[in-house]
């Protein structure tokens, strides 16, 4: 697929299960990558990178931390005076005993922690990297939302789900509005993929024989390759669209 070498990514929860496999695969393309993660993990996953022969940098942020993220924004603007390709994949879940917490029991605070971090952070990143790629009349945008966020989530509630589904609004209204100046903006909404995050609620064999036509739980190298593709030059006419990598879960 192909990519300039010249291009700087920033990935949000780039130290996690997913973040991992597109930082990999962004840097493996030749692009210097930006891994930015709210704890140490950010550098100490980037230095292995810098020592596989990669360009790579850590950051530590929380992305729902208005004046965290500016100051971010002003050290990568310093640094590379751009950030072409931006992925908003730093995302949490909030459950009780590894069980989702019923809508009707949902705390307020529990609402707001997930919403700041998997809808605001998101706003935060744009906010201050996109209008550079105006700038440059090119740019990456994509967006981590999830299939919670198409239909609903059985496993992680109604905050993740809220959360999810307002990444996939905010998406098209930026996609509208950049569009024209070469900046296109999309959404990945994987299923269920095996990792760290869905350890503790556990996938049995009877839902994957039920609902995934696949017959099996997507990988997260699988949702990284998505990502390559929606980065690539290549899919420079692709914008405002939602990508489902589900395994054929859900077909909208
Ligand atoms: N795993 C799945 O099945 C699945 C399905 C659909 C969508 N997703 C989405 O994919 C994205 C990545 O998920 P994952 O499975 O790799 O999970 P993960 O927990 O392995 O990775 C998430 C990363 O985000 C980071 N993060 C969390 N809060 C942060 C904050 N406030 N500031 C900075 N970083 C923060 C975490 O430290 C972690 O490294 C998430 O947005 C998630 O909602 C995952």
């Not at 002003?74 to 751009?82: I, P």
């Not at 307020?108 to 440059?136: E, Q």
Request: charged share 20%; glycine share 12%; proline share 2%.
């Amino acid at each position: 697929m192909g990519m300039h070498d010249s291009r700087v990514a920033l990935v949000t929860g780039g130290a996690g299960s997913i973040g991992r496999q597109i930082c990999g695969r962004l840097a493996g393309a030749g692009a210097h990558v930006i891994v930015v993660d709210q704890s140490d993990r950010a550098v100490a996953f980037a230095a292995e990178l810098e020592e596989a022969g990669f360009k790579a940098e850590g950051m530590v942020c929380d992305v729902s931390d208005e004046a965290a993220v500016d100051l971010l924004a002003d050290r990568v603007k310093a640094r590379h005076g751009k950030v072409d390709i931006l992925i908003n994949n730093a995302g949490i879940v909030l459950r009780k005993q590894g069980r989702k917490v019923p809508a009707l029991q949902l705390g307020l605070d529990d609402w707001n922690r997930v919403l700041a971090v998997n809808l605001t952070g998101a706003f935060l990143f744009v906010r201050a990297f996109v209008p550079l790629m105006v700038d440059a009349r090119w740019g990456r945008v994509i967006n981590m939302s999830s299939m919670g966020g198409r239909v609903g989530s059985r496993i992680n509630g109604m905050h993740y789900s809220a959360s999810k589904a307002g990444l996939i609004g905010m998406s098209r209204t930026l996609a509208l509005e950049v569009s024209r100046a070469g900046v296109t903006v999309n959404v990945i909404a994987p299923g269920r993929i095996a990792t760290e995050m869905n350890k503790s609620e556990g996938t049995s064999d009877q839902l994957i024989d039920t609902f995934i036509p696949a017959g099996r739980l997507g990988g997260p190298e699988e949702v990284a390759a998505c990502a390559m593709y929606l980065a690539s030059d290549e899919a420079s006419y692709v914008t405002g669209a939602i990508l489902d990598v589900n395994g054929g879960w859900y077909m909208p």
